[in-house]
């Protein structure tokens, strides 16, 4: 899905002892591979604009690793202790709910960029599974530590705030949509949805790859299998969409938008 940079799949850091303390945080030295978000492609995402030397260094020092997490390998499960957060470098995630009668539901699609783990702030621990869709890497950061550069960088304290609340009102924003939409317009909208963040991020608006299965995508929009194979079907019946696979191409998206 995403271009993997020379950097992205360097070899996960491990660090050895406290080198020097910045500010209030303590900055670890590493053996190689040392991980730097002023360096990163998705730093858009995952940081403000417009840091200075000395805040970036701060930022640059809480970054404890980078972990690789195969494809269908589960970064954190529901009821692990909340210690750390984890800013997507490359790849894809879904996080899921497992009811007790076993059934999983699907509540995210998680790109590039975006960051995981902010759901277990509430209650200390995490309230749903992060499975990986594809190969993928991400940075760890305590959140302790997180918060301590908060307090003393307010930039970045406005970012977290506008990072969690923005994550909140776009998906209840879709819930809302999906509440009264038909099946049809429920696929257009996850389409939409996906499409916009890949322009964001860069990538093309109008093709891409979809990591997550159709099986996946049901249990995300609440509806059957069958049903989201044949709303897709019907997508591309209409000439909104080709679809190869997991391949989509949108060939008009102001009819998408129009449903």
Do not use: W
């Not at 995403?2 to 670890?28: L, S």
């Not at 997550?212 to 509806?223: D, P």
């Amino acid at each position: 899905m995403f271009p993997v940079m020379e950097e992205d799949v360097a070899v996960a850091v491990r660090f050895e002892r406290p080198e020097q303390k910045i500010g209030n945080v303590v900055a670890f030295s590493a053996r190689r591979n040392a991980v730097r978000c002023s360096t990163c492609q998705q730093q858009p995402f995952c940081m403000p604009p417009r840091l200075n030397p000395e805040d970036m260094a701060r930022v640059n020092a809480i970054v404890g690793s980078t972990r690789h997490v195969r494809r269908g390998e589960i970064l954190y499960r529901e009821a692990d202790a909340f210690e750390s957060i984890y800013a997507v470098r490359v790849g894809s995630f879904k996080t899921v709910i497992v009811h007790r009668d076993g059934l999983e539901h699907v509540t995210g699609f998680h790109l590039a960029g975006d960051t995981l783990g902010l759901d277990g702030v509430s209650a200390d621990v995490h309230t749903c599974d992060a499975i990986a869709l594809e190969d993928s890497i991400v940075c760890v950061i305590a959140f302790g530590l997180l918060a301590k550069v908060c307090r003393d960088v307010e930039p970045m304290q406005h970012h977290v705030h506008r990072m969690m609340s923005g994550e909140i009102v776009r998906k209840e924003s879709l819930l809302m949509q999906f509440g009264t939409m038909s099946a049809e317009q429920r696929v257009a909208a996850l389409l939409l949805d996906l499409s916009q963040r890949f322009k964001a991020r860069g990538y093309s608006a109008s093709e891409f790859n979809l990591r997550m299965t159709r099986e996946e995508i049901g249990s995300y929009l609440g509806m059957k299998l069958e049903t989201v194979s044949r709303m897709f079907s019907r997508l591309h019946d209409e000439g909104l969409i080709d679809s190869s696979g997991k391949q989509i191409t949108i060939l008009d998206m102001d009819g998408l938008k129009r449903l």
